[in-house]
């Protein structure tokens, strides 16, 4: 079945998805966003088969915020390979 639904993630669901260190919820207050609420909308997304896309720039992002935060970096990196070939 094809898709007709595209979803472009953007540097801050990303990080908050992968659980960077310092980067645990975006957005603004009345809509903040945290792991709980992005991995549920990933999902429901995933099972509707949505195509996704990171543009480079979000990829590029991502692993510069990765590469300076105090959390398990490799760990981080190694996800966030796994959703690049995803």
Known sequence: MPTSK???IDT???CVWLQVAGME???K???LWDFEKVNA?????LEQNTT???PLATIIETGNHISQCNGDRFKLAKSLGDIIKK
């Open 52 to 54: 996704f896309v990171l």
């Open 12 to 14: 801050s669901i990303l």
């Open 6 to 8: 595209v979803l472009i």
């Open 29 to 31: 207050t009345g809509d």
């Open 25 to 27: 919820t975006c957005g």
């Open 41 to 45: 909308k990933i999902q429901e997304e």
